[in-house]
């Protein structure tokens, strides 16, 4: 089982930054087992890949939407994982979500725990 909370979202001007934190409380497996990603959700919209991350093996694996401006990272002695996000534009509004499973994939289908979400606004 797992448990995620995301935190770190805001109110951003476009070309900003932003740090997004998903703590991550586990019990049968450790943190590191466990593939992760981050999925964001705007306004009458389905929910939409950003990253994901296989601790196990290193992979990471970046929508094309986000390559080269977010980037992922994690402190597993704190159960966390962090997406940092640079040079923000106004289509990067939406809530985002942290997610975990045991296989990672572009699919929000893929993931058996989420978080409840953190709101990042983008002003232009």
């Known amino acids: 089982q797992v448990q995620l909370v995301e935190s770190g979202g805001g109110l951003v001007q476009a070309g900003g930054s932003l740090r997004l934190s998903c703590v991550a409380s586990t019990s049968g497996r450790t943190f590191g087992s466990y593939a992760m990603g981050w999925f964001r959700q705007a306004p009458g919209k389905d929910r939409e890949f950003v990253v994901y991350?296989?601790?196990?093996?290193?992979?990471?694996y970046y929508a094309d939407s986000v390559k080269g401006r977010f980037s992922i990272s994690s402190d597993n002695a704190k159960n966390t994982m962090y997406l940092q996000m640079d040079y923000l534009k106004p289509e990067d509004t939406a809530v985002y979500y942290c997610?975990?499973?045991?296989?990672?994939?572009?699919?929000?289908?893929?993931?058996?725990?989420w978080g409840h979400g953190t709101q990042v606004t983008v002003s232009s």
């Open positions: 997610a975990a499973g045991t296989i990672a994939t572009r699919n929000t289908a893929s993931y058996d725990y």
């Open positions: 991350v296989i601790w196990s093996s290193g992979f990471t």
